[in-house]
């Protein structure tokens, strides 16, 4: 007599095997799919973040008095006589020029220069300006350090 088909216990060893390699390649495609979620956010976090410094350590090279500083502001006056500050508020940075008074307080044109900025911070050591920011997109954070040295001061 000729048997035709499969028995019981092949067919749930093929079910078995086949339920270990579907399970194998799935979860390396989501670990791969994370893995990429992850490092886009990390990008646009350090988009935002090398957007800012780079503007802001620009035009710090041509600084010529620092009429303020504190931890989260800065306050200076350029070559062409131009009154610049950077501040956080909220999170963004915020860039006013023309302002009469250091904290901007009144006068000056608020413009945002960068956002998703969640720490900001400036030091003045003798001839060098330091900045510290950290954006933050989606949970994922990227800190940034610049540090300007200062040859018209």
């Given at each position: 007599m000729?048997?035709?088909g499969f028995t019981l216990v092949e067919t749930i060893m093929t079910i078995?095997?086949?339920?270990?390699?579907g399970y194998i390649v799935a979860d390396a495609v989501t670990k791969g799919m994370k893995t990429y979620l992850v490092t886009d956010q990390r990008k646009e976090a350090l988009d935002e973040a090398r957007t800012a410094i780079e503007r802001m350590t620009r035009e710090m090279r041509n600084l010529i008095a620092v009429n303020s500083i504190s931890a989260t502001e800065l306050c200076f006056t350029n070559i062409d006589g131009t009154k610049i500050s950077f501040r956080q508020s909220g999170g963004s940075i915020i860039r006013n020029t023309g302002w009469t008074s250091c904290p901007?307080?009144?006068g000056g044109t608020d413009n945002t220069l960068s956002t998703n900025i969640t720490e900001l911070s400036f030091a003045l050591i003798q001839n060098s300006?330091?900045?510290?920011?950290t954006s933050t997109f989606q949970g994922e954070s990227v800190p940034l350090q610049s540090e300007v040295y200062l040859r018209n001061r």
């Open positions: 000729k048997n035709k078995v095997i086949v339920f270990i390699v901007p307080t009144t300006l330091t900045v510290n920011l």
